[in-house]
């Protein structure tokens, strides 16, 4: 069983290219599903479980407060395992093969307006020196690139040439982004502090800590919301809402839904659409404003 884990975490980073904190949390959605089973029925075999044992899960979990998305997301894990297992020939059905989705609310993602972004960058005061300078970089580098928040953290010094950044997307795939004028500028502003740093650890890395480190998910998430606070009081302020307020502006400002596809690196249309509720806003005050029929 342990080694059908393995093989299975192997399978996630080796060939699916899952980064480690996927991995991690496929795997630990299966550790807590195996501990219920220990302690419900006595046995944590995943190999031999039935739906009946899972509609358990679900139900304990859902009972407990964890909300419908979440139960989603860890019934996603088991179905990977299990599909994986089926590919292995270690089961020859999966428990899960009709089981349906819990439902779950449609949440909103409300893009910064461009007042806000302006009051952000133009507006607010940052810090002096190196800090404040590579702050509004990477808000700006959100913004006009719409770049995920583990590739501006696994960017690195050669992915950089003044006209171009190459990115490191989900899954291992490579996309080049273009980046504006007013960008390198800061980016070159950027670089002769970070060169000044008194100690560097991570060197390789575009974005560094004062302390010459690389920085991590919270630390981006915590500057993020922390600039935001001083200029928008919508709910939800993250470097996701950011790459949604890129696509959303885009499309505002006429690009194709196509090109914005690809600078987002989405696989699909269907990924980059859930970005058009915005635009289609835009375009009904148009019509609004603009069409005879309508009454002023």
């Known amino acids: 069983m342990q080694n059908n884990q393995q093989a299975f975490r192997d399978y996630l980073e080796l060939e699916k290219k899952y980064s480690l904190h996927t991995v991690n949390a496929y795997l630990n959605d299966l550790g807590f599903f195996q501990t219920f089973l220990e302690s419900e029925f006595g046995d944590g075999n995943l190999e031999a479980v039935n739906y009946g044992q899972i509609r358990s899960w679900i139900v304990s979990m859902v009972d407990s407060g964890i ?3 979440s139960v989603n997301r860890k019934i ?4 990977a395992f299990y599909k994986f297992l089926l590919k292995i020939k270690q089961v020859s059905a999966s428990p ?3 089981h349906k989705s819990l439902k779950t609310p449609k ?3 409300i893009p910064f307006s461009e007042k806000e972004l302006d009051n952000v960058l133009n507006e607010i005061q940052y810090p ?5 300078i590579r702050d ?4 700006d580098l959100f913004y006009t690139t719409g770049i995920r928040r583990a590739e501006l953290i696994g960017l690195k010094l050669n992915n950089y040439n003044t006209t171009t950044l190459k990115v490191l997307g989900k899954r291992n795939k490579e996309r080049i982004l273009p980046v504006l004028p007013v960008i390198a500028k800061q980016c070159a502003l950027y670089l002769s502090e970070r060169a000044k740093l008194a100690r560097i650890s991570d060197g390789d890395y575009f974005f560094l800590s004062l302390k010459g480190v690389k920085l991590n998910d919270s630390f981006v998430y915590r500057l993020i919301n922390n600039y935001f606070s001083n200029v928008s009081e919508k709910v939800k302020k993250s470097p996701h809402i950011l790459r949604h307020t890129f696509a959303t502006h885009m499309l505002n400002n006429g690009a194709d839904l196509n090109s914005v596809k690809e600078l987002l690196g989405h ?3 269907a990924s980059t659409q ?3 509720h915005s635009s289609l806003s835009e375009l009904k005050k148009v019509y609004g404003d603009a069409h005879p029929r309508n009454q002023k």
């Open 76 to 79: 996603s894990s088991l179905k």
């Open 107 to 109: 949440i909103l993602q």
């Open 96 to 98: 899960l093969l009709k």
């Open 67 to 69: 909300s419908n998305s």
């Open 267 to 269: 696989s699909s249309l």
């Open 128 to 132: 002096e020196g190196y800090e404040g």
């Open 274 to 276: 859930v970005y058009t």
């Open 136 to 139: 509004k970089l990477i808000i």
